[in-house]
């Protein structure tokens, strides 16, 4: 007898963690439909296990949506993506935002501020610039994630 409940709940609990799982897989991207760079960091993601979706938008468009996200313009990049409950803006390296993901902090998102040289997309041979990953608290604050 317990068996017979226990099993649909167990079933119920793993198909529920599962499709939690593989939505939090899943990136939207908004980005101009001329940037090329863009894509390359899109790319970046998919070789590193992401599935993604891409929308060409506006400028205008694009800094709607990165206001409704709380992305300000100290923080803007090139492209917004959504994941799961996070905000990813610029060219934010796939590991950092695995660990987003597996620290679920209680946050917007990250960011990657301006375009810098050597980040996920926008390499150039081998030339790099350091840059830091911002965690993007709720308040707006915020405070360094990484540093590359």
């Not at 799982?21 to 439909?33: D, F, H, I, P, Y």
């Not at 863009?38 to 970046?44: A, G, S």
């Not at 709607?64 to 996070?86: D, R």
């Not at 501020?113 to 965690?135: A, F, H, N, R, T």
Request: charged letters at 20%; glycine letters at 8%; a neutral charge.
């Amino acid at each position: 007898m317990a068996a017979r409940v226990l099993i649909p709940l167990l079933l119920t609990f793993v198909c529920s963690f599962t499709a939690f799982a593989a939505a939090e897989g899943q990136v939207e991207v908004w980005r101009s439909a001329s940037c090329s760079c863009c894509i390359k960091w899109v790319r970046h993601l998919e070789e590193n296990g992401f599935a993604v979706k891409v929308n060409d938008a506006s400028t205008s468009a694009l800094d709607g949506l990165k206001a409704k996200f709380g992305i300000g313009e100290k923080l803007a990049s090139c492209h917004t993506a959504k994941i799961g409950p996070y905000v990813v803006e610029g060219h934010v390296p796939a590991a950092d935002v695995k660990r987003l993901l597996a620290e679920r902090p209680d946050a917007i998102g990250l960011a990657v501020p301006d375009m810098p040289i050597g980040s996920p997309g926008m390499e150039q041979g081998s030339k790099s610039e350091p840059y830091d990953v911002l965690l993007i608290k709720k308040d707006g604050s915020t405070k360094v994630f990484a540093s590359h």
